[in-house]
């Protein structure tokens, strides 16, 4: 798992209209990473639309928002258009980029074990360092959660 004041680690992926965005382009701002299992799933989209709710306060602080999952750039399209999201998503299919951030983990439901992705925010600073992690999210005020810790910090 990475800690606070690491680099965090360079990531190049695809969004959700096949352009691809880097850590190294976002220099300068804030960046909300957060990973998230699946589109179109419930606590997916309240998580997306709780960001996308929250986007102009985050971009009053510098910030920009980034989701990132294993689906396709297509799909994060579709899960754009259906519930009128705002924010970016990335396309991890790989799984490497969530594997570099330590939340491409065994998870276990209904008794059955599989890798999947741990719900987890990362803010990482204007410099590209780690300044707050969250991991194992509960959805439910999770975007405010954020913005509060970004307004202690900017």
């Known amino acids: 798992m990475l800690n606070i004041h690491e680099q965090a680690p360079s990531f190049s992926l695809p969004n ?7 850590l190294r382009d976002l220099e300068g701002k804030w960046v ?4 998230y299992p ?3 799933t419930p606590g997916c989209t309240s998580e997306a639309c709780d960001f996308t709710k929250a986007l102009p306060a985050f971009e009053a602080l510098n910030a920009v928002i980034l989701g990132v999952s294993p ?3 297509k799909s994060h399209q579709n ?9 970016t998503l990335l396309s991890d299919e790989s799984k490497e980029v969530a594997k570099s ?5 065994m998870k276990k439901n209904y008794g ?3 890798m999947g992705i741990v719900r987890s925010t990362f803010l990482i600073s204007p410099e590209g360092k780690i300044a707050k992690i ?3 999210v509960k959805v439910k005020e999770h975007a405010n959660e954020v913005k509060r810790a970004l307004e202690s910090l900017a």
Request: proline share 3%.
């Open 16 to 22: 959700q209209d096949n352009v691809e965005i880097s």
């Open 32 to 35: 909300i990473l957060y990973f």
């Open 38 to 40: 699946k589109d179109n």
């Open 71 to 73: 689906n396709s750039p």
């Open 79 to 87: 899960f754009i258009t259906k519930h009128n999201l705002e924010i």
């Open 101 to 105: 951030y330590g939340v491409w983990q």
């Open 112 to 114: 059955k074990e599989y």
């Open 134 to 136: 969250w991991t194992n």
